[in-house]
């Protein structure tokens, strides 16, 4: 474990598990949350030989709480920021929800281009565009962003409660297993990083529209959606996603949940393993 610097003088947390002469597994964590959400993924594909790398997202977790850069472009330049550090090649860069953003941008702009990405995979990401639109009508009506915020901004603490014992794991739905100790880690995670940095990144994670980043990728390409997902539509974003992308695979599956690589994660790590090691 240690940090990194950015380009723009920010220090960045992350974790570097595992033989240095293996292929590198990063992890891009999903908002607002921190490199521990990915310890299932982690633990399993260290266990396999690989060497497994999270970092937490500027303002998020353990990295510097700064009041800019909570975009996009600055996660990705964070991302590359931290791939020349430890100059990981051939590395496979993994990505849920809003790290899966973070993803698409840094293999289009950045990693890919320098030679230095294998393969990607997106795990209920948010490309190409979260936002309804005229040209997007599959998307979110920008009202629920604004209802975010306000949440936010009045009672972090309450919406960081309601978010995982709700929609994010399906914990909402009848007959659902509803398990406490994620929410609570759920609810840890978020409340270790910043309020700013929380608030900005529901622009990022809502407004970026990432089309030019997923026609730029030409690595191979997973795409993993839950059928019920409700925080990240599917038909807004991975059902659009898989056909921009050169060589994009589509795996859905009936019933799961936006946190699914959490409360699912043996069936998710088996499906990214054969697909790493196909």
Not at 189 to 210: L, V
Request: no cysteine.
């Amino acid at each position: 474990m240690g940090f990194v610097t950015t380009d723009d003088n920010v220090q960045i947390f992350y974790k570097d598990w595992g033989p240095k002469d293996a292929q590198p597994i990063v992890f891009h964590h999903g908002w607002p949350l921190s490199s521990d959400d990915w310890d299932a993924q982690m633990l399993f594909f260290l266990s396999r030989g690989y060497r497994v790398i999270a970092h937490d997202r500027r303002g998020h977790g353990r990295s510097e709480q700064v009041d800019s850069g909570h975009d996009i472009d600055h996660y990705a330049a964070d991302a590359l920021a931290l791939a020349n550090a430890l100059d990981l090649r051939n590395a496979v860069h993994i990505g849920h929800s809003t790290g899966g953003g973070e993803v698409a941008r840094y293999v289009a702009v950045h990693g890919e281009p320098a030679g230095r990405v294998a393969k990607a995979v997106l795990v209920a990401a948010i490309p190409p565009l979260m936002l309804k639109t005229a040209d997007n009508p599959e998307g979110t009506p920008i009202g629920v962003f604004d209802g975010f915020r306000s949440a936010l901004a009045d009672n972090r603490a309450q919406f960081f409660r309601d978010v995982p014992a709700g929609p994010f794991y399906g914990f909402n739905r009848a007959g659902a297993d509803v398990y406490e100790g994620v929410i609570q880690n759920w609810w840890r995670q978020g409340m270790m990083g910043s309020a700013k940095a929380h608030y900005d990144g529901i622009k990022a994670f809502s407004e970026t529209d990432q089309t030019e980043d997923l026609e730029k990728i030409t690595v191979p390409t997973l795409v993993l959606h839950g059928e019920d997902d409700q925080v990240v539509p599917i038909a807004a974003s991975a059902e659009k996603s898989v056909k921009l992308l050169v060589k994009g695979t589509l795996k859905t599956y009936p019933g799961l949940s936006h946190g699914m690589l959490t409360i699912n994660a043996e069936v998710l790590n088996a499906d990214i393993l054969a697909f790493i090691e196909a």
